[in-house]
């Protein structure tokens, strides 16, 4: 039986993920959130009757409470995994609109902004699959997939000259790293690592952007199509979860995905 387990399953992509993973039966699916009991609630309003859905309870920024969950998931697999999904990510609204010169205008906001997106989308993530490789080892699949973003290419953001979300982008290169080199160090055990984009997708998070807000996000799109003529918008959690999961299968060491970055398309193409 398959196992997975998955970060920030209580929304957005992370939801979609288990949604999809957890149709098929064989599969056991471990979902992560920090709200076990509203997860638990809407797996039991939507999910009913997925008997090979789990929900564990930990914050990536909570070292303890990651290791409580490998102990957890070793008791509900017998003591392997085949699947390490890092989905779960601080996505902040503090650099969505405005570019870093504006950004740096409040030094102890960036700070703060900064060892948040440190601590929960590259600290939290290195100390979860460190913790989980012995788990992995044991494993048949051994893949573990980093939910990375086309944001952090820099010959995008060169091309495009995106200038939002730069904490953002900055915390996904700088993961980007910490994946090859878990890569380099775990290769050779059979373990691949490998940073995966999801292209653009819609889960929701512009609802509250202001018209000015939405003008901005607007000239970015642009550049995007720019780059992209064949680019139609966001796309549906449903498609891009279909997508990445036939990259996740068909990746693998011995076709050079060792450490990669790469999209849902299982290339440098990002949109
Ligand atoms: N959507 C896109 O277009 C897009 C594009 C590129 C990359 N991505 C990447 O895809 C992944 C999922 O993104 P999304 O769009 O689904 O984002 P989202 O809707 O903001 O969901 C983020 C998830 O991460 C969880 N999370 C946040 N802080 C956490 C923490 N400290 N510890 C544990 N979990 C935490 C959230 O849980 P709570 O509900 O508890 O807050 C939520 O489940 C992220 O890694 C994101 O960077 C998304």
């Not at 989980?132 to 080892?137: A, F, M, S, T, V």
């Amino acid at each position: 039986m398959p196992s997975y387990v998955i970060t920030g399953v209580s929304r957005g992509l992370g939801w979609e993920f288990l949604r999809q993973i957890s149709a098929n039966p064989n599969n056991q699916v471990i979902g992560l959130v920090r709200d076990k009991k509203a997860t638990d609630k809407r797996v039991s309003d939507q999910l009913a009757g997925r008997t090979n859905v789990n929900i564990l309870e930990a914050d990536l920024s909570d070292y303890d409470a990651l290791k409580a969950s490998v102990a957890a998931t070793s008791r509900i697999t017998g003591g392997s995994l085949d699947y390490l999904i890092a989905n779960g990510a601080y996505v902040s609204k503090w650099d969505a609109y405005d570019p870093i010169g504006v950004l740096a205008e409040d030094p102890k906001e960036l700070e703060k902004q900064l060892v948040t997106l440190t601590t929960v989308n590259i600290v939290g993530n290195i100390n979860l699959f460190k913790l989980y490789i012995p788990l992995l080892l044991k494993g048949q699949a051994k893949k573990v997939i980093s939910l990375t973003s086309g944001h952090a290419d820099l010959d995008s953001i060169n091309l495009i000259d995106i200038e939002l979300a730069a904490g953002y982008s900055i915390s996904k290169a700088g993961m980007n790293i910490a994946v090859a080199k878990f890569s380099a160090q775990y290769k050779k055990d059979g373990l691949l690592f490998f940073s995966l984009s999801p292209g653009v997708v819609d889960v929701g998070s512009q609802a509250d952007a202001t018209p000015e807000q939405m003008q901005k996000l607007g000239a970015m799109a642009a550049g995007f199509m720019k780059a992209y003529p064949e680019w139609k918008g966001p796309a549906q959690p449903e498609d891009a979860i279909r997508d990445m999961l036939a990259v996740i299968e068909k990746a693998s060491i011995e076709d050079g995905f060792g450490g990669s970055f790469v999209s849902h398309h299982g290339d440098k193409h990002w949109l």
